[in-house]
């Protein structure tokens, strides 16, 4: 199975902060990448697809890069709407795997 | 709006089987492939395996010796059931849609609510 490594696993930051999460692969995944915010109490919501496409509806605030084993996810200015954990997703290989997650909290 | 369901009993007995059901509305099951994907305290999110609208199924090999997928596409339904539960496969249990029309793609658009599962006696 392909390991997803996430970090941190939690921050903590200002409205208007930039965020960056890492998302590292135990084996090359090419572009098969994904990232879902999942708010308290809701299922993940698909942000990002492909690494860096951004789902129809999604704040352009949000975007991806990487490819191979690193991979990042960004929100360029923090919102409150924003508090949720987020989750990096590879389809590479099966089984499908996910990262263990990082919640993002307003400081 | 495709919108998903899940349904079934909140609480299975150890040894026994769990059985849930995933209603489709606002789209037809044939086409697509359908997952179910869980989610507990101690393993994070778990992809558990797809069927599509054929009936086609792959599942985790983690699991798969205790899973079976089946699809209604006359009801627009499809199911899971896993059979010898034990207290790890207590979770929340979510059925998502992948997004590509023609092949499994990975991507998932649509996702029900979950129903969370506990498996005690």
């Known amino acids: 199975d392909i390991h997803l490594t996430q970090s941190p696993s939690s921050l903590s930051a200002s409205i208007g902060d930039r965020v960056t999460i890492a998302c590292q692969a135990s084996q090359g995944i090419s572009q098969h990448l994904n990232w879902y915010q999942q708010k308290a109490g809701k299922a993940p919501n698909l942000l990002i697809y492909d690494v860096s496409n951004l789902e129809a509806g999604v704040p352009s605030r949000f975007s991806g890069s990487g490819s191979g084993t690193d991979f990042t996810f960004t929100i360029s200015s923090l919102q409150p709407e924003d508090v949720a954990t987020y989750y990096c997703?590879?389809?590479?290989?099966?089984?499908?795997?996910f990262g263990g997650g990082t919640k993002v909290e307003i400081k | 709006q495709v919108q998903l369901q899940e349904s079934g009993p909140g609480l299975v007995k150890p040894s026994e089987t769990l059985s849930l059901t995933c209603t489709v509305s606002?789209?037809?099951?044939?086409?697509?492939?359908w997952n179910w994907i869980r989610q507990s305290q101690g393993k994070g999110l778990e992809w558990i395996g797809y069927?599509?609208?054929?009936?086609?199924?792959i599942q985790n090999p983690s699991l798969k010796s205790r899973v079976t997928l089946s699809i209604d596409t006359s009801k627009n339904q499809f199911y899971l059931k896993l059979t010898s539960v034990t207290a790890a496969d207590t979770a929340i249990y979510f059925c998502?849609?992948?997004?590509?029309?023609?092949?499994?793609?990975?991507?998932?658009?649509?996702w029900g609510q979950g129903a969370l599962v506990t498996v005690s006696s």
């Open positions: 069927i599509n609208y054929s009936g086609n199924t």
């Open positions: 998502a849609r992948e997004s590509g029309y023609i092949g499994s793609n990975g991507r998932f658009d649509y």
């Open positions: 606002g789209g037809p099951l044939s086409s697509n492939y």
């Open positions: 997703q590879q389809y590479d290989n099966l089984p499908l795997t």
